[in-house]
Nanobody, 123 residues
């Protein structure tokens, strides 16, 4: 069982930055693929980015060049650095984990989820 706890959300003006963190329990963190998803009001949860066990990364097109995912296996933590934020980035951001080193892009491919953290970008 893996428990995930996100932090770092908040309110920021357009063009600003935020850094989200996700702390994971367990002793096999380095073997998990970690992902970030987001869900805006009235919309389905959508893939944002993922990082595999060998640090391979994937990004949805709308955040490429603005968001960066990284992980610190010694701290069992994954980060999401978000720069040049836009109002359309406003959503609840969820951290997710799946067994295996190969990143996945779909919600159902992740077995473990955090509680979510709100990110609000004002125009």
């Amino acid at each position: 069982q893996v428990q995930l706890v996100e932090s770092g959300g908040g309110l920021v003006q357009a063009g600003g930055s935020l850094r989200l963190s996700c702390a994971a329990s367990g002793r096999t963190f380095s073997t998990y693929t970690m992902g970030w998803f987001r869900q805006a009001p009235g919309k389905e949860r959508e893939f944002v980015t993922a990082i595999g066990g060998r640090n391979s990364t994937y990004y949805t097109a709308s955040v490429k060049g603005r968001f960066t995912i990284s992980r610190d296996n010694a701290k069992n933590t994954v980060y999401l650095q978000m720069n040049s934020l836009k109002p359309e980035d406003t959503a609840v951001y969820y951290c997710a984990a799946r067994v295996g080193a190969i990143p996945a892009l779909r919600v159902y491919e992740y077995a473990y989820w955090g509680q979510g953290t709100q990110v609000t970008v004002s125009s």
